[in-house]
């Protein structure tokens, strides 16, 4: 049987597991807890509790409509071309913006072994990314085997870390409850979008089951159970154990397991840190690569910049580069790039309205729609960024788009449109 239409329940749930358990959870407890203090435990049970829907919404889409092309293709079937290409420049311009903030996370680790700071840190950016370049330049990429037991590896290191933690658990961290009051909850969960981007990824790789009908909903079902359970022992055991020191840590889980097993434990969690985020990154760069190319080949971007595999990739290297550079706090940061994922959910739930049945799945979509809209307001100021980008690529293509376009190459089982969602980039890692 053709290995595209050949993957099982099992295999599909890990690899969901894998395109959501990305490197955000290596900081994000400590960045909900300093926006919301313990009642940032609220917020990682709201996002478990959406994730079943918004999940489940993108696995009914694929269950009903098996295809590649994941969110585009969905938005161009419900509203149009020009949609679907606002959904590929916020994905797009989403990479060089998340890059600094994801490395970010994993310099903390870094400088918290090596001290240095902001200079390390910014050390670490430019030789994980560095890499990242040079390895999509000549066509190195990272196997798919590789990056689920990277991802594995993770999920590893976060049993470790909690059951090595629990001891030292106190029920008098959770006092004062909400320092910041409780809009510091709505703060938090727009943060923590990061952690969950990637359910989008059931439905590209609906096409890959051998009975998409039956075996999404149930890998959909495993797979919102597993990350649900290990963000939230992760986030519970973080408040309970680190208490006020939580909110300032750069690097929470060598924390965890620094107090729970000593030894050299901040260097293994730094390398750890380093190989998952590189991994992640240089999925990053290989599809959103290729998404620039089927953008410019669409007339949705200027193929003088765009057009061909190294002005791509050369484009979202050197826009990262200049979005670490500009020195933006790493909460802030954070928000412009949910900002963008979360838009994208916004108008692939919208699609859903459209495209589902009537039934319990509209339903739920209805749920999922109402959801993101209110992350995408609770993101705040940052949020506008991703309107300002879904404007600009409609703006691009009223202007300047020619009135006889080229043969959509963001279509149906295309593995270009969507770096995070295509089943070639979720094989890979690729994951938030």
């Given at each position: ?9 099992s295999?599909?749930?890990a ?9 955000g959870?290596i900081s ?6 300093d926006?919301?203090?313990p ?9 478990i ?7 489940w919404?993108f ?11 994941g969110?585009s ?10 949609i679907?290409?606002?959904v ?5 311009f989403?990479?060089p913006?998340?890059?600094p ?18 200079v390390?840190?910014l ?8 890499t ?7 066509g ?11 991802s594995?590896?993770?999920?590893l290191?976060?049993?470790v870390?909690?059951i090595a933690?629990?001891?030292h658990?106190?029920?008098e961290n959770?006092t004062p409850f ?9 703060a938090?969960a727009?943060?923590l ?6 359910w ?13 009908r039956?075996?999404?909903?149930r890998?959909t079902?495993i797979?919102?159970?597993v ?7 992760v986030?519970?055991v973080s408040?309970?154990a680190l208490?006020?020191d939580?909110a300032?840590?750069?690097?929470p ?6 107090i ?5 434990v ?6 750890v840190a380093?190989?998952l ?6 999925a ?8 620039g190319?089927?953008l410019?080949n669409?007339g949705a ?5 765009f057009?061909g ?8 290297f050197l826009?990262s580069i200049a979005?670490?550079?500009l020195?933006l ?7 412009l ?25 509209r ?6 729609f ?12 940052p ?5 300002v980008?879904a ?10 788009r020619p009135s006889?376009?080229k043969?959509?190459?963001?279509s149906s089982g295309?593995?270009?449109p ?8 979720v ?6």
């Open positions: 049987m053709n290995a595209r239409t050949d993957l099982s329940v295999q599909g749930a690899l969901s597991v894998g395109a959501v358990l990305g490197t959870l994000l407890p400590a960045l909900a807890a926006a919301a203090g009642a940032s435990l609220v917020a990682w049970l709201a996002l509790v959406l994730s079943a829907p918004l999940a919404t696995a009914a889409l694929g269950a009903r409509y098996p295809d590649g092309g969110v293709t969905y938005a161009r079937m419900a509203f149009g071309p020009r679907a290409a606002a590929g420049w916020c994905f797009y989403a990479v913006l998340g890059a903030v994801a490395v970010a996370f994993t310099g903390g680790y870094v400088s918290d072994v090596l001290g240095g700071g902001r390390t840190e050390a670490t950016f430019l030789v994980i990314v560095g990242a370049y040079v390895m999509n330049l000549f190195l990429r990272v196997s798919g085997r590789v990056q689920l037991v990277l594995v590896s993770l999920a290191l976060l049993v870390t909690v933690a629990l001891p658990a106190r029920w959770l909400a320092p910041h009051g409780w809009t510091g909850i709505g938090a727009a943060l979008v990061w952690g969950f981007a990637g989008e990824a059931l439905s590209s790789l609906s096409g890959e089951y051998r009975n998409p039956r075996d999404v909903p890998a079902l797979a919102v159970a990350v649900g359970v290990l963000y939230l022992a986030a519970t408040v309970l208490g006020p939580l300032g840590s750069r690097a889980l060598a924390d965890l397991l620094a729970g097993l000593g030894g050299p901040r260097v293994l969690t730094a390398v380093v190989v985020t590189l991994g992640a990154v240089n990053y760069f290989a599809g959103s690569s290729r998404l190319v089927a410019a669409e971007l200027p193929a003088r910049v057009g595999q190294r002005r791509s990739l050369t484009f979202i826009a979005c670490a550079l020195s706090d790493l909460h802030t940061a954070t928000l790039v949910t900002g963008c994922f979360t838009l994208v959910y916004v108008i692939g739930t919208a699609a859903a309205l459209r495209l589902l049945p009537a039934g319990w799945s339903v739920v979509a209805g749920i999922a109402a959801a993101v809209v209110t992350l995408l307001w609770l993101s705040g100021p949020a506008l960024l991703s309107l980008i404007a600009s690529a409609l703006a691009y293509q009223a202007i300047v006889r376009a043969p959509s190459s963001i295309s593995t270009a969507n770096p995070t969602t295509s089943p070639e980039a094989r890979d890692g690729c994951s938030a």
